[in-house]
């Protein structure tokens, strides 16, 4: 139980276009996502926190209308990089928390961004 | 942002020895977190910790969640090839729902 998916597992884009990764979670409903960022050799960070139904909050130095997240349902949510530059190159991982009470985030298999 | 003091940064051990991790906050827990990353996949959660004192096992890995609430700890014993990856301590503040993280602990275990 708890599965995690992410797609793509990776993507090539050119400097200037959109990409669009979606974290879903497989057998359970998570009323909360997050999206964390990872470079090489490098601990995740938090980019924002994604409640179903509401506005995601970003943290400090995230920029919103760069990192366009949109949580639609209990078992979607997805990460729009818009106008990515090769400094958006990077790993981004999703995970999910299925209840109020349960603290347990599990994570996805992530996505390897990579701007040309 | 905020991150846990995490050691070893990186142990390199034989095959059948056992290993010990630590995490130190200078903050009070809630929850502690174990996970294990293998290279380029998302983490994998190997044990939760809810209370202070609490000892928890899955297989060869134990957990603690120490008695101040600032540290854990995670050992695994017998270790085998497969226990190569990054270890991440994780741990989660009292009224909110976001994590923080570790550094890691990257184990080498050599057959």
């Known amino acids: 139980g708890a599965v995690v998916s992410q797609h793509p597992s990776w993507v090539i884009c050119k400097s200037g276009t959109s990409v669009k990764i979606e974290c879903r979670s497989l057998?359970?409903?998570?009323?909360?996502m997050f999206w964390y960022r990872q470079f090489p050799k490098q601990s995740l960070m938090l980019m924002a926190t994604s409640n179903e139904g509401s506005k995601a909050t970003y943290e400090q130095g995230v920029e919103k209308d760069k990192f366009l997240i949109n949580h639609a349902s209990l078992t979607l949510s997805t990460l729009t990089v818009t106008s990515a530059h090769p400094e958006d190159s990077s790993f981004y991982i999703c995970?999910?928390?299925?209840?109020?009470?349960?603290?347990?985030?599990?994570f996805g298999p992530g996505t390897r961004l990579t701007v040309t | 942002g905020q991150q846990l003091n995490q050691s070893p940064q990186s142990m390199f051990i034989q095959e059948g020895e056992d290993v010990s991790m630590n995490c130190t906050s200078s903050s009070i827990f809630n929850t502690w977190l174990w996970y294990k990353q293998d290279p380029g996949e998302g983490p994998v959660l190997l044990i939760a910790?809810?209370?202070?004192?609490e000892l928890t096992s899955n297989g060869r890995l134990t957990a603690q969640f120490g008695i101040t609430r600032k540290d854990s700890f995670l050992n695994i014993s017998a270790s085998i090839p497969s226990d190569v990856g990054i270890y991440f301590c994780?741990?989660?503040?009292?009224?909110?729902?976001?994590?923080?993280f570790g550094k890691g602990t990257k184990l080498t275990v050599n057959p």
């Open positions: 910790l809810y209370k202070a004192g």
């Open positions: 057998d359970f409903q998570a009323t909360t």
């Open positions: 994780a741990g989660r503040e009292g009224g909110s729902e976001k994590l923080v």
């Open positions: 995970s999910a928390t299925p209840g109020l009470a349960d603290y347990e985030q599990y």
